[in-house]
């Protein structure tokens, strides 16, 4: 098998240069950069956390603020607080019919494009969203290292399409950021765990089950060399439906269906929250019990089993594409946050019978494997060999609405194929070429990544003139196309845009917004987000106690009053580190009245629903 080495353009990066290595997650997204050989993860302000949750919220007066805030405003503002981007991205809105209702923001569509969210009267591409998401990664970074980064490699699941990796790819141009390389999750979690292993010849399962997607990939290790022999996967499946099976099992316990919630996007989102806590708090316990919500592992156990089931056919389709079997794999390792779910170690233990691998944190191992990679496109990483593969099949459209596969799913990437076609029609002068990804025999079953038209071929009888289409795939994954009619060398050459993709215009005016943007000083945008962060909360946690006086003590009111209070005098001050301080000492006391008033109002709310259904 020819083994392509990665691009190693040594001396295109300067010496000190930080190149970022990005995961940009469904949930909660991470970066990391290599610092003398080990990858480094950056935490937050706090110095608590590596992830930043994938979550934005546009305030009243149109400010933006990403991440730990943000969440904060899933349930006070659900219309304006926008999460699981990923799930959106390169998508239309027919891709999305069943999963919009589940969303407590709004998703339009727009004709022949991306979809766009709707915040007020505002609209925003996931790709813009996304940019913004990686933005604050990259400042993140910068403050704390007070260099600037400009580079980056970033994680896509492996399964992504054309589309889901151009949109990666534009997000992190919009961001300021010149994107070295898209890498896939599991081959870039199989790069941190081969950091760290000692065996130099391995055959390795990469098990990667996020909030929003899965990928399984089969990996053959040897010296440095990381070769995928096979890929498998699903864009829309993770932690976020398992969640909504929750939910579902509550509603149905009530005797109510998923649209009892349609009208109350504030309740429908505190009943996500509440179900992801029992989902979380069940991984380390055998039942859960909050207010009137309850669950024990046993019945989790059976409302997931169908989930993981799917998760381990195509786990075996994987290894049947790698020509293995289960008894083949030397160990597994585990990515994502939803394996952490018992049901899932245990069901992957059984299939498997080895062991698995948790050394490394699920949550920040597709980072670290990102920023070695960087390492290795800036030179640091000499011995390191990268041999990926195309998830799905490429093919055209052909006489009767056939899929004609042109690059088979699982073939290595870099990859340059050729085919020849013909006419149909005599005299025929122009040839539609319409480009697919998928599996199925129809077209009409694939995903359409684009087409265009081979025009000027010189009369000819049918079945003379001979076509040949060239499709190029990249190391990211993209794909160019080019068709060429070979006796007159009639030529056209496109590089796929989605169907549905920005158009050159659009990304330009974004870039410059992006631009503008980043012209504003990183102090004083810290500056400027801590207040925007403390004037949001002034104005919730006002809301909260005048909403929840009920359920609050006096004393309770009065030390939170003072707090915030306190809060409102420091928004004037230029230090950012004193806004931070009051906003903390607000945030850890109003938490766990928080939580008591959301079980609460949930309670009460339900059981309204009940009586009046
Ligand atoms: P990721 O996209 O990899 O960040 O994964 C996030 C998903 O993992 C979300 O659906 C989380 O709810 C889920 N998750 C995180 N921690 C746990 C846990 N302890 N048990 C079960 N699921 C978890």
Redesign the pocket.
């Known amino acids: 098998m020819a083994k392509i080495s990665i691009n190693m353009k040594s001396g295109e990066v300067a010496a000190k240069e930080i190149i970022l290595g990005i995961d940009l997650?469904?949930?909660?997204s991470l970066v990391s950069y290599v610092k003398d050989g080990r990858p480094v993860l950056v935490k937050d302000r706090t110095g608590q956390s590596t992830l930043v949750p994938s979550v934005l919220h546009f305030s009243e007066s149109g400010d933006l603020i990403v991440g730990d805030a943000a969440k904060d405003k899933l349930m006070t503002h659900p219309e304006s607080t926008i999460y699981s981007v990923k799930r959106l991205l390169g998508k239309a809105y027919q891709d999305l019919s069943d999963y919009s209702n589940r969303l407590s923001y709004k998703i339009i569509d727009v004709e022949d494009q991306l979809v766009k969210v709707q915040v007020g009267d505002k609209f925003y591409s996931p790709i813009e969203l996304s940019a913004e998401i990686l933005k604050h990664l990259k400042q993140r970074v910068e403050s704390e290292l007070k260099v600037t980064a400009n580079k980056a490699v970033i994680t896509v699941p492996a399964y992504f399409n054309d589309a889901q990796r151009q949109a990666t790819r534009d997000a992190g141009k919009l961001a300021g950021l010149e994107v070295l390389r898209i890498i896939n999750e599991p081959t870039a979690a199989a790069l941190a765990y081969g950091d760290q292993s000692e065996d130099t010849d391995e055959t390795i399962a990469v098990y990667d089950l996020?909030?929003?997607t899965f990928d399984i990939s089969i990996l053959q290790l040897s010296d440095g060399v990381y070769d995928v022999l096979s890929t498998n996967g699903d864009t829309f499946l993770?932690?976020?439906d398992v969640?909504e099976l929750i939910i579902k099992h509550w509603l149905e316990e009530r005797g109510l269906t998923v649209s009892a919630m349609d009208e109350d996007k504030t309740l429908a989102q505190s009943v996500r929250l509440k179900a992801?806590q029992a989902?979380?708090h069940l991984?380390a316990n055998n039942s859960f019990a909050s207010g009137d919500f309850t669950l024990d592992r046993e019945i989790f156990d059976t409302l997931i089993s169908p989930l993981i089931e799917t998760t381990l056919a195509k786990t075996k389709a994987a290894l049947r594409d790698a020509e293995l079997d289960s008894t083949d794999i030397d160990k597994i390792i585990l990515v994502?946050?939803?394996t952490?779910?018992p049901l899932v170690k245990e069901k992957l233990s059984q299939l498997f019978n080895v062991e698995i691998y948790n050394e490394i944190d699920p949550?920040e191992v597709v980072a670290m494997g990102a920023a070695l990679q960087a390492d290795s496109l800036a030179g640091n990483q000499s011995d390191l060999l990268l041999l990926d593969v195309t998830p799905l099949s490429l093919g055209i459209e052909t006489v009767g609405g056939l899929m004609d596969t042109v690059i088979p799913r699982n073939s290595k990437v870099p990859a340059s194929v050729a085919k020849s076609y013909t006419t149909s029609v005599d005299g025929q002068a122009n040839l539609k070429v319409a480009v697919f990804q998928g599996e199925r025999d129809l077209v009409e079953h694939n995903r359409k990544l684009g087409e265009f038209i081979l025009k000027g071929i010189p009369p000819m009888p049918a079945g003379i003139p001979k076509i040949k289409v060239h499709f190029v795939i990249d190391a990211d994954g993209i794909i160019k196309i080019k068709a060429e009619e070979e006796r007159t060398q009639t030529r056209t050459e496109i590089t796929i845009k989605s169907q549905y993709g920005i158009s050159e215009e659009e990304m330009g005016k974004m870039l410059i917004d992006s631009i503008k943007n980043a012209k504003v000083d990183m102090e004083t945008k810290a500056l400027v987000d801590a207040k925007n962060e403390g004037s949001a909360l002034v104005f919730s946690a006002e809301k909260f106690i005048k909403q929840n006086k009920a359920i609050l003590s006096e004393e309770e009111i009065a030390t939170m009053s003072r707090q915030v209070a306190d809060l409102k005098a420091v928004l004037d001050v230029t230090d950012k580190d004193v806004i931070y301080a009051k906003i903390t000492v607000l945030n850890e006391y109003s938490e766990p009245l928080a939580e008591r008033a959301m079980n609460h109002n949930i309670s009460m709310a339900m059981k309204g629903q009940s009586l009046k259904d």
């Open positions: 997650g469904t949930t909660n996020g909030g929003g993770g932690g976020d969640d992801e989902k979380k991984s994502g946050g939803s952490r779910i949550d």
